[in-house]
């Protein structure tokens, strides 16, 4: 089963060598990931005030900076995983280094059919 583990935590929380050392540790994990056939993808993202968001209402399009909701913890990054149950993406979330400044949240991917490979 397939499920993206979405890494929250406070952009401020971490020095930047911190950061260099998570990302190390991070590339570190997903090797081990691709050995175990469990990696499908990995990624940190730019920071939050690179963020753009878009709704549409009413049919009209209204894009804004910034990010979609005004937290403490933003979104910093992700895996994407294929193991056999929740205790398993349970196991590889608190692998993660993120996990010890902010929160990783797993979430069981819905799988569509007839999405493009």
């Known amino acids: 089963m ?14 930047e060598s911190e950061r260099k ?3 190390g540790e ?4 997903a090797h081990q990931l691709e050995a175990s056939g469990q990696f499908i993808a ?7 005030a690179t963020a753009t968001s878009v ?7 209204s894009v804004q900076d910034g990010p979609f909701a005004e ?11 294929d193991v056999a149950n929740l205790d398993e993406a349970i196991a590889v979330a608190g692998r993660i280094p993120g996990a010890r400044k902010g929160t990783v949240e797993i979430r069981p991917v819905l799988e569509l059919s007839n999405l493009p490979a």
């Open 26 to 29: 991070s590339t570190e994990l």
């Open 55 to 61: 709704r549409v209402r009413g049919g009209k399009r």
């Open 21 to 23: 050392l998570c990302y």
């Open 42 to 48: 990995a990624s940190p993202l730019q920071p939050v």
């Open 71 to 81: 937290t403490r913890e933003q979104l910093g990054g992700y895996f994407l995983i």
């Open 2 to 15: 397939k499920y993206m583990l979405l890494i929250y935590a406070d952009e401020q929380a971490w020095t």
